[in-house]
């Protein structure tokens, strides 16, 4: 595998870039409520299903903006195949629990499997969200 090295700027921009999908994937964990929490009919009309492709868009989204601004690292590459494994673990019929369960471990699979480049990531995934979220 080829060692790139990123430009000081660059590391800058892909730590925004992580944050972002982080963030994304937490407001996905937020809104995967308890059944009882469901207030909305877009809550109640939610599927398990939907939460799978929404995880799945924000990494297919998250892998072009780095391509598109040539940040996309070898790291990626292996750490993007274990969160992909991890997202295809929600299925229809499962717990809203099991749910944010699978989006946070599929979250912290890409991260932490990020955090392995240590000359050119420095974003630090604060870990599994807080437990009140899942």
Known sequence: MEKRRL?????VQLSQLMKRYD???TQLIVRAKDTVAMKSPSDRLSQN???RKMVLSYHERFAKVLTDKGLMLPIFEKA???ALITANYIVAGQ???DLR??????????LHGMEGDL????YQCNGRQN???I
């Open 119 to 122: 000359i050119n990531v420095i």
């Open 49 to 51: 299903e939907d939460y």
């Open 7 to 11: 430009t000081h700027n660059q590391r």
């Open 80 to 82: 993007s195949e274990q």
């Open 131 to 133: 437990d009140d979220l």
């Open 101 to 110: 369960n699978h989006i946070d471990r599929s979250r912290c699979d890409l």
């Open 23 to 25: 963030d994304m994937m």
């Open 95 to 97: 717990s809203r629990s």
